[in-house]
């Protein structure tokens, strides 16, 4: 691994290590996404992980299958229709992508409807460091959703937004 890609993963590595705080302090479960190895031409951002299916709307379960190796977006049908668009239709041949949320917390979706504003307060300066890290210079931010594009465009973060891809959604 070159000294360049080693920087980049202790950067991220700090910065996860900051989203596990923040969890923490939200009393949520952090659910990593898989993990970036280089700066990407695309970012696409949702809202929060819901612990609902995957993890039986447990806590417990959620922390269980995390340390075992469980990771965001890699879980439903529409996880991964969203990961074969975004590299079937989205990424020119050697473009990159990642997918991430505002808040990092898993919660139920009951729990996610409560206090999202304040919550999202608190995450916006995260996501920022995390789209600086991870962009290219040329990178789009793509939001997935009314609710992230209303949230990053009152961050000014400019993005591009995208329909969001859960049944509840639709």
Known sequence: MSNTNTHFDQKY??????????????????LPNIEPKQAVDYILVCM????????????DKANELVQQ??????????DFILHYCAQRYLCKPGQRYH????????MTVADANTDRKMRYKKWLPLLK?????????????????????????????????????SPLAS
């Open 13 to 30: 590595q700090r910065l996860e290590a900051e989203f596990r705080a923040q969890c923490k302090r939200d009393g949520s479960v952090y």
């Open 48 to 59: 929060e992980p819901s612990i609902g299916r995957w993890a039986n709307n447990s806590a």
């Open 69 to 78: 190796g469980f990771r965001n977006f890699l879980w439903s049908t529409e």
């Open 99 to 106: 997918v991430t949320d505002i808040s990092k917390g898993a």
């Open 129 to 165: 460091r995390e789209i600086a890290l991870l962009s290219n210079p040329s990178a789009t931010i793509i939001s997935v959703g009314n609710a992230v594009q209303a949230e990053l465009s009152r961050a000014n973060i400019k993005n591009s937004p995208i329909l969001h891809f």
